[in-house]
């Protein structure tokens, strides 16, 4: 059966970390085709200024532009869900996109902190979790040994990608960016084109 990885995220702004996952994980087999939705109200970032919908869309699309097997989808824009709860989500993408075997990409803070997610069990039962570790990041899952079996904690283990990632903080590029500093080592530069042309995270 078809493997369809999603990757979910705010995605604001985007940059080359996130398509240097993208690029591991189509690499090395371990899926058919990746998905990246933005998120459309992320539960956990309520109280934040969030880049409107359609710049992070668009941005997306310019970084994945030469990547094979690799989609942007406005699903989560095009559903409105109030609470983007992954769960929820991942059951929407399964009507969208029929039968297939999903696959969920995260990153290693989000493995840690799983057991606070919501319907966590459900979500590592019913679908492959895919983790993404920082670099210097030691993935402890203790957390998750009285929600999951040791079976699915083994198989959570499994899908851990050996190649540690970068990873700087959305709030650090946007200061960056509003500073006028230079971030061509983080963000591609036709997306650096597009922010700038558009007057994105300005003071």
């Known amino acids: 059966?078809?493997?369809i990885a999603i990757f979910g995220g705010t995605f604001d702004p985007t940059h080359k970390g996130h398509a240097a996952i993208v690029q591991t994980i189509i690499s090395q087999g371990f899926t058919d085709k990746l998905v990246v939705l933005p998120s459309f109200t992320p539960p956990h970032k309520q109280n934040r200024v969030i880049t409107d919908f359609n710049h992070r869309y668009k941005m997306l699309e310019i970084a994945?532009?030469?990547?094979?097997?690799?989609?942007?989808?406005?699903l989560e824009y095009q559903l409105s869900l109030?609470?983007?709860?992954t769960f929820k989500v991942m059951e929407q993408v399964e009507k969208f996109y029929g039968a297939a075997k999903y696959q969920l990409i995260i990153g290693g803070d989000s493995l840690k902190n799983l057991h606070t997610?919501?319907?966590a069990a459900d979500l590592v039962k019913k679908y492959e979790i895919i983790t993404y570790p920082r670099v210097g990041e030691?993935?402890?899952i203790e957390n998750l040994n009285g929600l999951l079996s040791p079976s699915e904690i083994e198989?959570?283990?499994k899908n851990i990608l050996k190649a540690p990632f970068f990873e700087i903080s959305s709030t650090?590029?946007?200061?960056k960016l509003a500073n006028h500093e230079n971030v061509d080592i983080f963000i591609d530069s036709k997306v650096l084109e597009y922010i700038r042309l558009?007057?994105?995270y300005k003071n």
């Open 82 to 85: 109030e609470k983007s709860y």
């Open 172 to 175: 650090i590029l946007k200061k």
């Open 198 to 200: 558009n007057n994105l």
């Open 64 to 74: 994945f532009k030469d990547f094979e097997n690799v989609e942007i989808s406005d």
């Open 138 to 140: 030691t993935l402890d």
């Open 155 to 157: 198989k959570l283990q």
């Open 1 to 3: 059966m078809k493997k």
């Open 117 to 119: 997610w919501y319907r």
